[in-house]
C-alpha cells in the first residue's frame, strides 16, 4: 500500500488545518487507521486511531480539538486551536489484513506567531 499525506503547513496559535492521506487499497482490507506526530527530539507518538464500526481513540493532547475521519480512500485529520506544541511532522498509518502495516512520508505542521 501507499500512503501520502496532504494539507500540512503553517498556522498561528489558534487556528485549524486538515490533514489528508490518501490510500491505495481496498478499505475492506482496513484493520485500523490512524495518525501519529513526531515533535523534535521525541519518539513517534499515536495521536488518534479508528477503526470500522468502532468509535476513534484520542491521545489526551489532542482530546477535543482533533477529529479524525476515514471514506473510501481517504483518511483525514482535522485540527482545531492548534498550539504551538502541536508543531511536528505528521505521519498517516494503516494496517492491513493482507499487507500488515503501511507508513506515509510524514508532512510538516508548524504551529507559531
Known amino acids: 500500500e501507499q500512503l501520502m499525506e496532504s494539507g500540512g503547513g503553517w498556522v498561528q496559535p489558534g487556528g485549524s488545518l486538515t490533514l489528508s492521506c490518501v490510500a491505495s487499497?481496498?478499505?475492506?482490507?482496513?484493520?485500523?487507521s490512524g495518525w501519529y506526530r513526531q515533535l523534535p527530539g521525541k519518539q513517534r507518538e499515536r495521536i488518534a486511531t479508528?477503526?470500522?464500526?468502532?468509535s476513534p481513540n484520542y491521545a489526551a493532547s489532542v482530546q477535543g480539538r482533533f477529529t479524525i475521519s476515514s471514506d473510501k480512500n481517504t483518511l483525514s485529520l482535522q485540527m482545531d486551536n492548534l498550539k504551538p506544541e502541536d508543531t511536528a511532522i505528521y505521519y498517516c498509518?494503516?494496517?492491513?489484513?493482507?499487507?500488515?502495516?503501511?507508513w506515509g512520508r510524514g508532512i510538516q505542521v508548524t504551529v507559531s506567531s
Open positions: 479508528v477503526t470500522y464500526g468502532i
Open positions: 487499497r481496498s478499505i475492506r482490507d482496513v484493520l485500523i
Open positions: 498509518y494503516e494496517n492491513l489484513a493482507t499487507e500488515g502495516p503501511a
